[in-house]
């Protein structure tokens, strides 16, 4: 991109991207505004809900998911979408003395697919530069109290990985079946800003 529209924000700078295409002859607005409302239409945190089910349900998907989520999506007939295959996507799993948490510090990268428009609060930098400074304060903010003896690790997405927190199956849970399963896990609890 040249110099004199690298200041600019980056929704005019996507703007200017469409035009140049519009203009090259390579695609219409009309397209354009297509290939999003697709994406976006499909984009849902019951997305990432289902996946999660599955790995609470089924230990071999767990380690496939947490060895190369990416090809583990494709079982569920799930991908990154929006043509964004070459993002990598990876997710970590919460246990009893770990906690996952998910950042982008320099913008707002997120696994739209998996998890719906990302919330406002995601974007904002009071979020972006305190979760990273104080994990366990910022969570206390979401009303997530963890033991002191819990890990927080906070994972810093970037154009080129994604991540998705694994949350812990609910205690009590054995009995429901993975679409029961699914309806208790929370784009925050993907997030990690919630348990589940």
Same mark, same amino acid.
């Given at each position: 991109?040249?110099?004199?529209?690298?200041?600019?924000?980056?929704?005019? %700078?996507?703007? %200017?991207?469409?035009?140049?295409?519009?203009?090259?002859?390579? #695609? #219409? @607005?009309?397209?354009?505004?297509?290939?999003?409302? /697709?994406?976006?239409?499909?984009?849902?945190?019951?997305?990432?809900? =289902?996946?999660?089910?599955?790995? $609470?349900?089924? @230990?071999?998907?767990?380690?496939?998911?947490?060895?190369?989520? /990416?090809?583990?999506?494709? &079982?569920?007939?799930?991908?990154?979408?929006?043509?964004?295959?070459?993002? =990598?996507?990876?997710?970590? &799993?919460?246990?009893? #003395?770990?906690? /996952?948490?998910?950042?982008?510090?320099?913008?707002?990268? *997120?696994? !739209?697919?998996?998890?719906?428009?990302?919330?406002?609060? *995601?974007?904002?930098?009071?979020?972006?530069?305190?979760?990273? =400074?104080?994990?366990?304060?910022? !969570?206390? &903010?979401?009303?997530?109290?963890?033991?002191?003896?819990?890990?927080?690790?906070? $994972?810093?997405?970037?154009?080129?990985?994604?991540?998705?927190?694994?949350? %812990? %199956?609910?205690?009590? +849970?054995?009995? =429901?079946?993975?679409?029961?399963?699914?309806?208790?896990? #929370?784009?925050?609890?993907?997030?990690? +800003?919630?348990?589940?």
């Amino acid at each position: 991109m040249s110099g004199d529209h690298a200041s600019l924000p980056v929704a005019a %700078r996507v703007r %200017r991207l469409e035009e140049r295409l519009i203009e090259a002859g390579l #695609t #219409t @607005d009309a397209e354009l505004d297509s290939a999003v409302a /697709n994406f976006l239409d499909n984009a849902s945190p019951t997305n990432g809900a =289902r996946v999660v089910a599955r790995a $609470w349900t089924d @230990d071999g998907f767990r380690a496939r998911l947490l060895a190369d989520a /990416n090809s583990a999506l494709h &079982e569920l007939g799930l991908s990154m979408g929006g043509g964004l295959q070459d993002q =990598r996507l990876k997710v970590v &799993e919460n246990t009893p #003395t770990s906690h /996952n948490v998910i950042v982008c510090t320099l913008c707002s990268c *997120y696994p !739209l697919a998996l998890l719906g428009p990302s919330p406002s609060w *995601y974007k904002y930098e009071a979020y972006r530069s305190g979760v990273v =400074r104080d994990p366990r304060g910022v !969570l206390a &903010e979401f009303g997530l109290h963890l033991d002191q003896d819990v890990n927080i690790t906070v $994972w810093d997405s970037s154009a080129e990985t994604r991540y998705m927190v694994l949350p %812990r %199956r609910p205690d009590g +849970t054995e009995d =429901r079946g993975e679409a029961q399963l699914a309806e208790l896990v #929370t784009r925050e609890g993907l997030i990690g +800003t919630a348990a589940v």
